[in-house]
């Protein structure tokens, strides 16, 4: 099976920080995905990663980089921390090509203070 | 752009009730479209898809058919079961962007009472 692993299932920061989310897939995925789930909002695309190094921004981008060195691992990064990036953090990975299904880690649940 | 509607939540219903969530699309070209489901506490678990008109899509008793005449996709339970409590996400992906990007609906909450 699939697994892909988010490495916090809660996290706590405060207002400035910078943050980084870790995703890790071990199925040697092309593709790798960031999303934030908002009540009433479904998923949101942030950003995603065809290949190692590459990236392209998905639907909400401001606020958040990212970073994919290895094939297997996709970082969020929150540059500035601010309340209103508080949300459940999702992270996916699926092969390349039509049709493949998005596999998803458990999320991690930032609390921005 | 390509958009997904679902039918607000919750739903709530007795055990081995008949479901139905409503999902239509908008969407330029070809889409495939995909029913997801997320357990309490967990990320989402692909249920089912299809990716063509008139292919329905099967997986643990739940049911949707891919009608692009009414660009829907309903999903679909003969007898539902307290264990399928969890939020059910439609979405599509558009084939011609060559990344899989999926765009989701809002989700629908199905609570089922024993």
């Known amino acids: 099976d699939v697994k892909v692993t988010q490495s916090s299932r809660y996290l706590v920061k405060r207002t400035g920080e910078k943050v980084f989310l870790e995703c890790v897939q071990d199925m040697d995925h092309e593709n790798m995905f960031w999303y934030r789930q908002d009540p009433g909002l479904g998923l949101r695309l942030i950003y995603f990663s065809y290949d190692v190094k590459m990236k392209e921004k998905g639907d909400i981008p401001e606020g958040y980089s990212v970073s994919r060195e290895k094939k297997e691992r996709f970082s969020l990064i929150l540059e500035s921390a601010s309340t209103n990036q508080t949300s459940m953090y999702l992270c996916?990975?699926?092969?390349?090509?039509?049709?493949?299904?998005?596999?998803f880690g458990d999320g991690t649940r930032l609390s921005i203070l | 752009g390509n958009s997904v509607t679902q039918m607000e939540g919750p739903v709530t219903l007795s055990e081995e009730a008949f479901l139905t969530i409503n999902c239509t699309y908008t969407a330029t070209g070809y889409p495939s479209l995909f029913w997801y489901v997320q357990y309490p506490g967990e990320g989402l678990q692909l249920l089912l898809k299809a990716t063509k008109a008139d292919d329905k899509g099967s997986n643990k008793g739940f049911e949707a058919t891919y009608r692009k005449e009414t660009t829907s996709f309903h999903l679909e339970k003969g007898s539902v079961q307290v264990s399928d409590s969890a939020v059910y996400f439609c979405a599509l992906s558009d084939n011609y962007t060559g990344f899989q990007k999926l765009v989701f609906g809002t989700g629908t909450r199905l609570l089922v009472s024993p």
């Open positions: 996916a990975s699926s092969k390349s090509g039509g049709n493949q299904p998005q596999h």
